[in-house]
């Protein structure tokens, strides 16, 4: 007889994936019996035990649950752990135990098969002993019970759903928006709808350094299709350091920044990661778990300048548009990661100096469908110069139509927060004798 099917190391880097990713990585299908390595099995038991008590399985506490087991589990973060990849791991996992199950049935029932007395009797059970075996492969497909969720199993779903939230959730930093969108969780997308001059892109930049110099570590990455790094770079100083474009190409050029700042400028980028090429879809899925096992760290947001601009198969603006909108949503929830999507507005978005709504998205109504926030960000002209607004246009998680006045400087590309803000009489009645 064949030795059974088993996979050592897939076993360490899924469970690896759980110590350094968190109990969002555990994959609901698998069970401790479904590792081969006793050891592995009763580490598992314990991370379920551990994240259904609404704790973190981290290094640390499982140290103290399964003491037995520490050489075991310094082991496991030897190999190449990618936690977004614990999905495909689990699902792995499951049909090798499913095989080894089948083989050790067939086998038991050959060697019963010449000797039971009932032979259409004994068929019958092992084909329900077949079909439970099976059946548990894949939770999320197929017809099967694994499939039905009653209140119980509901609820449950949903305080997995809630312990996620402790570490998985993105926020703005701006606090109107935050309380109303109640920050971006892991699978969700938010798109930002803008013309060009309405800072969209400084924008989404300030969410990534926002994110990636928060105390977790994680690593923010921006897919910059339009920007090349150097201007990237210089965008993100502009902020870090409060100063000028000018200003810091002029310093850089003539080598006058102090030590201190060139520091500065990159310790504030550590977390970050550019890539400044046009890859489709599939190609940037790829690169996430290429950067996590490169850098050892989990992608914790990811951000796209700009829809337009994503390679994508169809001959019409329509047909790539909502490609790109449907497959960001796809790769956010397969990623576990929340994405953040600019996109430009059509031309009924005027200069930008006009209330931004739902349609004046570019390209298609799946824009609109596919993501869970939708920002709007618009320009209000006043006697001071303008105020930058942005408009909620979609939310999931509460009300739509809420304004908030973003505290922005714009020689520095700094966002310092917000406030609730409604239209001045005036402008108001004007937009609406104009039909707007």
Request: net charge neutral; proline share 4%; aromatic share 8%.
């Amino acid at each position: 007889m064949k030795p059974l099917p088993r996979n050592d190391q897939l076993e360490k880097a899924y469970l690896a994936g759980v110590l350094l990713g968190g109990e969002e990585y555990l994959f609901p299908a698998l069970q401790p019996s479904d590792f081969y390595s006793k050891a592995h099995a009763e580490i598992y038991g314990v991370m379920v035990t551990v994240a259904s008590g609404g704790q973190t399985p981290s290094l640390e506490w499982m140290q103290i649950k399964c003491p037995q087991h520490a050489k075991t589990l310094l082991s496991i973060l030897d190999v190449d752990a990618i936690p977004s990849l614990n999905t495909q791991y689990g699902k792995q996992l499951k049909e090798t135990s499913t095989r080894r199950k089948l083989i050790l049935e067939l086998t038991e029932a050959a060697h019963k098969a010449a000797e039971v007395d009932d032979l259409s009797l004994f068929v019958e059970h092992t084909e329900e002993r077949i079909n439970r075996i099976s059946t548990g492969t894949h939770k999320k497909s197929g017809v099967s019970l694994d499939n039905v969720y009653d209140a119980d199993r509901m609820l449950t779903e949903y305080q997995e759903h809630i312990n996620t939230l402790r570490t998985g959730v993105f926020k703005t930093g701006i606090k109107p928006i935050d309380d109303s969108i109640r920050g971006l969780a892991k699978g969700e997308v938010m798109t930002i709808i803008a013309r060009s001059g309405c800072f969209k892109t400084a924008f989404l930049q300030s969410l990534l350094l926002r994110y990636a110099n928060q105390a977790n570590g994680n690593l923010s990455v921006f897919f910059s299709l339009e920007m090349p790094v150097a201007s990237v770079a210089e965008r993100f100083g502009q902020s870090l350091l409060e100063t000028s474009g000018f200003e810091l190409e002029t310093r850089w050029r003539n080598r006058v920044m102090a030590d201190w700042e060139v520091e500065q400028h990159r310790a504030g980028l550590r977390n970050v990661i550019v890539i400044p090429t046009r890859p489709n879809m599939r190609q940037m899925e790829r690169f996430i778990p290429l950067i996590e096992r490169k850098y050892k760290r989990r992608v914790g947001l990811i951000g796209i300048d700009y829809l337009g601009l994503v390679d994508a198969p169809g001959t019409k603006e329509y047909e790539k548009s909502s490609y790109v909108a449907v497959e960001t949503k796809i790769m956010a929830k397969k990623l576990k990661v929340p994405v953040v999507l600019l996109s430009q507005l059509n031309r009924s978005g005027s200069d930008g100096n006009q209330r931004v709504t739902m349609d004046m998205a570019r390209g298609s109504g799946q824009i609109e469908e596919a993501a869970d926030i939708i920002l709007g960000l618009w320009k209000n002209q006043n006697d001071m110069g303008f105020d930058l607004i942005c408009s909620i246009l979609k939310n999931r998680k509460g009300a739509v139509g809420s304004d908030i006045k973003i505290d922005l400087d714009p020689a520095h590309l700094s966002f310092y927060g917000g406030d609730l803000w409604e239209q001045p009489k005036r402008a108001r009645q004007s937009h609406e004798d104009n039909g707007l």
